[in-house]
């Protein structure tokens, strides 16, 4: 089963600073049908104007994953981290049992960031952040793990989240595709951060999203130059 999310159908919110696209029930915006996908509770597509951002907030209990589509995300927080991901790079915040942190754009330009938070197989434990680069190069044509549940990926060099869950990235030119084994009781999400392609015969175009069950292997062609994000869990 794979359900289209496209772009225009995502709810909104529209600031002076910020215009962030939903594809599940966030803040203001509430639609039943798209509240959780298995593990999988938020995903925002969010525009950052320059010199702007979210202030110190808490939060607990939730793995946080950002990945950055163009610009750059300076982090803070109560924990005191502090740290600047560039596009194409990746960040993880394990709140735990409770951190206050911010997010800022202190670039000159918009910064575009895909927002993951996937809900954890325990409350509580110990906070944690950290960030790596995943250049986009190196995931040309192929999926990339960026951060997982599973000790092999994390060995591998993926960022660790307290859930068996996997968040992946990669980079196909036009004409070019990758094959996943999702296993038939997983969830999967996945998102066009540009170009267009089909997941199993399912057309995206850019910044659409799909939610995908019961599809054992997906196969991703790109009918154009493309980015894709993909989470794989429970």
Do not use: C
């Not at 060099?157 to 999702?182: C, F, M, N, W």
């Amino acid at each position: 089963m794979i359900e289209k999310r496209s772009f225009d159908s995502l709810g909104k919110f529209d600031a002076d600073w910020l215009k962030a696209r939903y594809h599940f029930s966030f803040s203001g915006y509430h639609n039943p049908e798209r509240v959780h996908w298995g593990a999988l509770r938020v995903w925002n597509d969010d525009t950052i104007e320059p010199k702007t951002g979210f202030p110190p907030h808490p939060h607990s209990d939730m793995e946080i994953i950002t990945y950055v589509r163009t610009g750059a995300i300076t982090h803070q927080d109560s924990m005191g981290n502090r740290g600047r991901t560039e596009a194409g790079d990746v960040q993880v915040m394990s709140a735990g049992a409770g951190v206050t942190h911010a997010e800022y754009n202190l670039e000159d330009e918009k910064t575009t960031i895909y927002q993951i938070w996937i809900v954890p197989k325990a409350r509580g434990g110990k906070p944690y952040w950290g960030s790596a680069r995943f250049p986009k190069g190196e995931r040309s044509g192929a999926l990339v793990t960026l951060a997982s549940g599973f000790e092999d990926d994390q060995s591998a060099g993926a960022l660790p989240i307290r859930q068996d869950a996997r968040v992946l990235a990669a980079t196909l030119e036009k004409g070019q595709s990758v094959s996943y084994d999702l296993g038939a009781e997983r969830h999967a999400y996945l998102a066009l951060a540009k170009g267009k392609a089909s997941v199993n015969g399912i057309e995206l175009g850019p910044r659409d999203g799909a939610a995908i069950k019961a599809e054992p292997t997906l196969r991703i062609e790109a009918s154009d130059d493309s980015e894709i994000v993909l989470v794989d869990a429970p």
